[in-house]
């Protein structure tokens, strides 16, 4: 349901790639086209709430309910929600208000602090977003096995592939429509099991038991579980497997800082999604995790045989699980068709979100220059024909168990993405630095982060603490896959980091010299629709101008 402001804004938007932004601006290129601002407030909304909740909330948090407890479970989240996750979305929010570029965060991260900065942290997040198409892509085929057992999982992997493709290559504005209905319909389901878990531990089941509490058990051990050693040193670990786990279901920063160029009124929408991210951690996250431990117990024996197992789908998550341990049918079926469409959801995001990194790469001169193709309604096509080819190794379910492959690319997506937030983090003290020094007017700032540069040291410290120990468990006994899977991204950043510094000779950049001004007037042309005269009275006079149900949807974004 597009509003009259945002198809008005699609039709503006859409005139800078039919005339090109370069000769717009007194440039003699020839016309290319380019990414256009075709994704409203909403479609940003929603594609940062949904981005990241993909399968790894449904089912794999099954797995480590069962390794530490209850309590953990929503210590873990919390902990890396409001200490990690939170500030690295206020640092991007800040950072790109005042220039939402087209090249994304590493462009900014290669004025502010090194290009071999912004090198890294573009092909880091290229790598943990491929691999996390790769683990929902794997995750389909999980989950369509709760069906259908014998079928070879990698023909649902190809299916999976053929859907994302197909809604990647539409105009971005069709895009964001499609993952816009994916995401409302995975909100839905979250709040769904939210409100079945307050139901039945009310009592509202066949078996009219109103269980409240009891599957924490009666034995306050058992809310945090020992894992890894026994004592207070195994329940500490146990709710670090929480935090880990947690790096890598919780998202959200990614999608703000690589849709910057394509937003339309983004300095208003980006402090408004990035500002969200407080209320998203504790609704989606927190509240959910904390339902997952009251509807299901952590020594569940029928969770944990199919976990054990390998169960496919929705067999093995807590959530149906414990449905049907108080007598309800027929909402597995459900939730499982409900789970595969959320994998689809977060994959077809996820293709966006490696695409894009590519061809701002390509056009920061990091990647091959084909790479900047784009077809006359802004799609990178070669980009995401790159990221189509890269995801063919999710065919390696047709020669190993589905779900040992899935939590490979698990493993392997978690390291990359801590390492991206990390440098994102890290990017934004240099940002900080930068401005300070050379005195940057504060009221030029569309969003300011509450406390200076202190929540994103917090949040490299964290950050790094988590890279360091993320493969505690893979020494002793050593693992040779754990080890690989585990501390792979760390090297691949460290890699990318050093090889550009060293090839190039880069240096740091002083903070007096870094360049806060280039490609802000073209920036400020092409968002003045929006901004002449202010961004919220022109806000509110458009609101004025609507009927008063219109009005209450278009607050909510």
Same mark, same amino acid.
């Given at each position: 349901?597009?509003?009259?402001?945002?198809?008005?804004?699609?039709?503006?938007?859409?005139?800078?790639?039919?005339?090109?932004?370069?000769?717009?601006?007194?440039?003699?290129?020839?016309?290319?086209?380019?990414?256009?601002?075709?994704?409203?407030?909403?479609?940003?909304?929603?594609?940062?709430?949904?981005?990241?909740?993909?399968?790894?909330?449904?089912?794999?948090?099954?797995?480590?309910?069962?390794?530490?407890?209850?309590?953990?479970?929503?210590?873990?989240?919390?902990?890396?929600?409001?200490?990690?996750?939170?500030?690295?979305?206020?640092?991007?929010?800040?950072?790109?208000?005042?220039?939402?570029?087209?090249?994304?965060?590493?462009?900014?991260?290669?004025?502010?602090?090194?290009?071999?900065?912004?090198?890294?942290?573009?092909?880091?997040?290229?790598?943990?977003?491929?691999?996390?198409?790769?683990?929902?892509?794997?995750?389909?085929?999980?989950?369509?096995?709760?069906?259908?057992?014998?079928?070879?999982?990698?023909?649902?992997?190809?299916?999976?592939?053929?859907?994302?493709?197909?809604?990647?290559?539409?105009?971005?504005?069709?895009?964001?429509?499609?993952?816009?209905?994916?995401?409302?319909?995975?909100?839905?389901?979250?709040?769904?099991?939210?409100?079945?878990?307050?139901?039945?531990?009310?009592?509202?089941?066949?078996?009219?038991?109103?269980?409240?509490?009891?599957?924490?058990?009666?034995?306050?051990?058992?809310?945090? #579980?020992?894992?890894?050693?026994?004592?207070?040193?195994?329940?500490?670990?146990?709710?670090?497997?929480?935090?880990?786990?947690?790096?890598?279901?919780?998202?959200?920063?990614?999608?703000?800082?690589?849709?910057?160029?394509?937003?339309?009124?983004?300095? #208003?929408?980006?402090?408004?999604?990035?500002?969200?991210?407080?209320?998203?951690? =504790?609704?989606?996250?927190?509240?959910?995790?904390?339902?997952?431990?009251?509807?299901?117990?952590?020594?569940?024996?029928?969770?944990?045989?199919?976990?054990?197992?390998?169960?496919?789908?929705?067999?093995?998550?807590?959530?149906?699980?414990?449905?049907?341990?108080?007598?309800?049918?027929?909402?597995?079926?459900?939730?499982?068709?409900?789970?595969?469409?959320?994998?689809?959801?977060?994959?077809?995001?996820?293709?966006?979100?490696?695409?894009?990194?590519?061809?701002?790469?390509?056009?920061?001169?990091?990647?091959?220059?084909?790479?900047?193709?784009?077809?006359?309604?802004?799609?990178?096509?070669?980009?995401?024909? =790159? =990221?189509?080819?890269?995801?063919?190794?999710?065919?390696?379910?047709?020669?190993?168990?589905?779900?040992? =492959?899935?939590?490979?690319?698990?493993?392997?997506?978690?390291?990359?993405?801590?390492?991206?937030?990390?440098?994102?983090?890290?990017?934004?003290?240099?940002?900080? #630095?930068?401005?300070?020094?050379?005195?940057?007017?504060?009221?030029?700032?569309?969003?300011?982060?509450?406390?200076?540069?202190?929540?994103?040291?917090?949040?490299?410290?964290?950050?790094?603490?988590?890279?360091?120990?993320?493969?505690?468990?893979?020494?002793?006994?050593?693992?040779?896959?754990?080890?690989?899977?585990?501390?792979?991204?760390?090297?691949?950043?460290?890699?990318?980091?050093?090889?550009?510094?060293?090839?190039?000779?880069?240096?740091?950049?002083?903070?007096?010299?870094?360049?806060?001004?280039?490609?802000?007037?073209?920036?400020?042309?092409?968002?003045?629709?929006?901004?002449?005269?202010?961004?919220?009275?022109?806000?509110?006079?458009?609101?004025?101008?609507?009927?008063?149900?219109?009005?209450?949807?278009? #607050?909510?974004?």
């Amino acid at each position: 349901m597009a509003s009259d402001m945002e198809k008005t804004a699609e039709k503006a938007s859409l005139a800078p790639s039919a005339t090109n932004t370069s000769e717009q601006y007194g440039s003699s290129r020839p016309i290319v086209p380019e990414t256009v601002r075709g994704l409203s407030p909403r479609h940003v909304q929603l594609m940062a709430i949904a981005g990241s909740i993909g399968t790894g909330l449904w089912a794999g948090v099954g797995s480590v309910l069962v390794k530490s407890g209850p309590l953990s479970l929503i210590l873990g989240y919390l902990f890396w929600g409001l200490f990690f996750i939170c500030p690295v979305n206020l640092c991007v929010g800040e950072m790109l208000a005042y220039l939402p570029l087209k090249g994304s965060i590493f462009e900014l991260a290669a004025r502010y602090a090194d290009p071999a900065l912004g090198f890294a942290i573009g092909w880091t997040f290229f790598f943990a977003s491929v691999m996390l198409v790769c683990v929902e892509y794997s995750a389909v085929a999980v989950i369509i096995s709760y069906w259908d057992a014998t079928t070879n999982p990698a023909a649902y992997v190809a299916a999976a592939m053929v859907v994302c493709i197909l809604l990647n290559i539409v105009a971005v504005k069709y895009y964001g429509e499609s993952e816009f209905l994916m995401s409302i319909t995975k909100v839905l389901l979250l709040f769904g099991l939210i409100l079945i878990t307050i139901i039945t531990m009310s009592g509202g089941n066949p078996k009219h038991d109103a269980y409240g509490f009891r599957n924490w058990g009666s034995d306050p051990s058992t809310y945090m #579980r020992e894992y890894y050693t026994t004592g207070s040193t195994g329940r500490f670990l146990g709710w670090w497997e929480v935090v880990l786990y947690a790096g890598f279901t919780i998202g959200g920063p990614e999608m703000i800082a690589l849709s910057a160029g394509e937003i339309q009124n983004p300095r #208003r929408t980006i402090p408004r999604v990035a500002k969200m991210i407080f209320a998203r951690i =504790v609704t989606f996250y927190v509240v959910g995790v904390l339902c997952v431990g009251i509807i299901c117990s952590s020594s569940d024996k029928g969770l944990i045989k199919a976990i054990s197992e390998g169960a496919a789908g929705a067999a093995a998550s807590p959530w149906v699980v414990g449905i049907q341990n108080v007598g309800i049918t027929g909402l597995p079926h459900l939730i499982n068709a409900l789970i595969m469409l959320s994998g689809l959801s977060c994959g077809n995001a996820m293709v966006y979100g490696s695409s894009r990194t590519l061809y701002g790469l390509a056009r920061d001169g990091k990647a091959p220059k084909f790479l900047t193709k784009c077809t006359q309604q802004g799609v990178p096509i070669y980009a995401i024909a =790159v =990221v189509s080819v890269i995801t063919c190794v999710t065919f390696l379910v047709a020669s190993n168990e589905a779900i040992d =492959v899935f939590w490979w690319f698990i493993d392997l997506t978690t390291t990359g993405l801590i390492a991206t937030y990390t440098m994102f983090a890290l990017t934004y003290i240099f940002w900080y #630095r930068a401005r300070t020094t050379q005195g940057l007017d504060e009221s030029t700032l569309p969003y300011r982060v509450p406390g200076g540069w202190y929540p994103a040291i917090c949040a490299v410290f964290c950050g790094c603490l988590a890279l360091t120990f993320v493969g505690y468990d893979c020494f002793v006994p050593f693992s040779t896959r754990g080890f690989v899977t585990s501390y792979f991204g760390l090297a691949f950043a460290v890699v990318m980091f050093a090889g550009w510094k060293v090839w190039h000779r880069t240096k740091f950049v002083h903070p007096a010299e870094a360049d806060l001004i280039s490609g802000k007037k073209e920036v400020d042309e092409d968002c003045r629709r929006w901004e002449e005269g202010g961004i919220e009275e022109n806000y509110r006079k458009y609101l004025a101008t609507l009927p008063f149900w219109e009005r209450c949807w278009e #607050r909510l974004w």
